[in-house]
């Protein structure tokens, strides 16, 4: 009896079904790469962590790399959902308050799902390196967007000289801020560093 009760989580698992246990499996994934890093995700890692048997993570994933693919894309999307939403589009962006509002929302946003910026900002794997990027290739486009008019209405000199630098400057913050955020939690709340950096980014920019 004691041995049927022991293996029942591995039998019923397989009925899951590999749609319904992806979520699950890459939920596992995430927890191990960032108590332990990525490099310790495998299938191997995953199957014991859930007290299932490998075939059951293989059947939701051919192998780690698209594990670790679908990982990375799941919570970048995430982020890039996110960062639609802080930096919408406007025509011009001349407002300190505007900045100040973008980055508490950066923040609020980084403190409502931590890990994913843990993984998305540690050491990639190098088997998956071309996974990581895209987040913050978004982000410099869309300040580029919307720094291009702002420096145009302050009458920046040598504006569209100068705007991939101030971009630089305005994403650079960002992740600045959010790696700030999450190792001094107790510090700071999203708000309060929002403001701070908010404030210094747009005046910054202003005096370019």
Same mark, same amino acid.
């Given at each position: 009896m004691g041995s049927d009760s /022991? +293996? @029942?989580?591995?039998? #019923?698992a397989p009925h899951l079904g590999p749609e319904r246990r992806r979520p699950q499996v890459l939920d596992t994934a995430l927890a191990i790469a960032i108590e332990h890093g990525i490099a310790a995700v495998t299938m191997a890692s995953i199957a014991e962590r859930m007290q299932v048997t490998r075939p059951v993570v293989y059947a939701c994933f051919a192998d #780690? +790399?698209?594990?670790?693919e679908a990982l990375i894309q799941r919570e970048e999307s995430y982020l890039v959902d996110g960062l639609l939403e802080v930096l919408p589009p406007r025509h011009v962006n001349a407002d300190e308050t505007v900045f100040v509002e973008g980055f508490r929302a950066l923040l609020v946003k980084a403190a409502a799902r931590p890990d994913a910026w843990r993984l998305l900002y540690g050491n990639p794997d190098p088997a998956v390196a071309d996974s990581f990027g895209r987040g913050r290739t978004l982000a410099v486009e869309r300040?580029?967007? %919307? %720094?291009?008019?702002? =420096?145009?209405?302050w009458g920046t000199a040598d504006a569209e000289r100068k705007l991939p630098i101030l971009v630089e400057q305005w994403v650079s913050a960002? $992740?600045? /801020? +959010? #790696?700030? =955020? %999450? /190792? /001094?939690?107790? $510090?700071?709340?999203? @708000?309060? %560093?929002?403001a701070f950096v908010g404030a210094a980014v747009y005046r910054a920019l202003r005096n370019a």
């Open positions: /022991a +293996v @029942q989580p591995k039998q #019923r #780690r +790399v698209e594990l670790i300040c580029t967007t %919307l %720094l291009r008019p702002t =420096l145009r209405a960002g $992740e600045g /801020a +959010v #790696r700030s =955020l %999450l /190792a /001094a939690e107790d $510090e700071w709340t999203p @708000q309060d %560093l929002g």
